[in-house]
């Protein structure tokens, strides 16, 4: 039974590889026929104007080779796999809001910030209920990253830590999201980490400082994550150096909600946040950024997020993409170790 729960995630994987790349082909030629193509911001180095007229909302074609891969090889009857595959649709419609306001008004910037913000909290509150209301998805405790024995029942805090989470998840994605590759490419680590570990809670080993529903609930949440890993990788042979597609923010949004998602679910939420380090400073330094503009009047990076300050230093786009994502793979491996010692 496990061996064969394997075989449904690696063809889901293959299948949602192979319809992304065949979906992305058509997508970029209708895309370029119609003109949708993404508003450069004129604040961003000179290097990107060679990227005006790159087809945006690439996102589309993933998600939907996602979703065709999990209708397919996931069991829609199990909450571990609609929850997240929910998530990942939902939040992608907010995503794609904000980038048809963006090709309607041919500006770099969509959606007011605090609309979308607005929009986020409201489309994780939705997902927290539908959670609640499901029996043996209402935990509330936190467990430390590798301290066995460790952990806290944050009780009636829990929902205001969901919702940070989540939100906090889908900007950083977002916020990474500004060089070709780099947010696909930097989202793998921490998805294979996920997917080890959802194949381990769903392979019939115990584990005493975890939920019998997430045990059980393991090879569901798999399926979705090698899904995800192989529409991103039919997402990448387009969106690699020099990128013919943008994912745009209907893809960070999809990508961040499910690894979001699916570490809420297998109660593994610090670990999963120490394998997604790079996201993580990218958006603080966005807002430290902010914060130090309207505080001390002064910056602290010579462009925020951290990948334009390199850039505007002079360090090439293909190199910065490169050294984030071999930052993202030793994160997440160091994310595996204090698994380990958590768990087994």
């Known amino acids: 039974m496990y061996s064969m729960e394997v075989l449904n995630a690696l063809l889901a ?42 087809p945006t909302a690439g996102g589309i074609f993933f998600i939907i080779g996602i979703t065709i891969s999990v209708l397919v090889f996931g069991d829609l009857s199990h909450p571990y796999t609609f929850i997240p595959l929910i998530t990942m649709v939902a939040f992608a419609v907010v995503g794609f809001i904000d980038d048809v306001t963006k090709l309607v008004r041919k500006e770099s910037i969509g959606l007011r910030t605090s609309r979308k913000l607005a929009m986020q909290i409201l489309v994780a509150a939705l997902i927290l209920w539908l959670q609640s209301r499901i029996s043996g998805l209402q935990s509330t405790v936190i467990s430390h990253p590798w301290i066995p024995s460790l952990t806290w029942d944050i009780g009636l805090w829990y929902p205001i830590a ?39 809670f769903g392979s019939g080993l115990h584990f005493t400082l975890v939920q019998d ?3 059980s609930g393991g090879m569901h949440v798999l399926v979705i994550l090698a899904a995800s890993l192989g529409g991103l990788l039919g997402f990448l042979w387009y969106n690699g150096p020099k990128a013919q597609v943008f994912m745009g923010d209907t893809g960070s949004h999809a990508i961040g909600a499910v690894l979001a998602i699916s570490a809420l679910l297998m109660k593994v939420e610090l670990i999963a946040l120490v394998a997604s380090v790079v996201y993580i400073v990218e958006c603080l330094s966005s807002f430290l950024q902010i914060v130090a503009i309207r505080v001390f009047k002064r910056k602290i990076f010579a462009m925020a997020p951290l990948h334009h300050h390199f850039e505007k230093k002079g360090v090439a786009e293909g190199k910065i993409v490169t050294r984030l994502q071999i930052i993202s793979v030793v994160a997440s491996v160091l994310a595996g170790v204090f698994f380990i010692i958590k768990y087994l």
């Open 13 to 54: 994987l293959l299948l949602s590889c192979g319809i992304s790349v065949l979906l992305g082909y058509f997508y970029i030629k209708l895309s370029r026929m119609f003109n949708l193509s993404q508003p450069i911001n004129p604040d961003v180095p000179r290097s990107h104007l060679q990227k005006v007229g790159t």
């Open 213 to 215: 529903s997430i045990n």
């Open 162 to 200: 969901f919702l940070l989470y989540m939100v906090t998840f889908i900007n950083a994605v977002n916020i990474t999201d500004g060089l070709d590759g780099l947010a696909t490419q930097v989202a793998f680590g921490p998805l294979f980490l996920l997917a080890i570990i959802a194949g381990l």
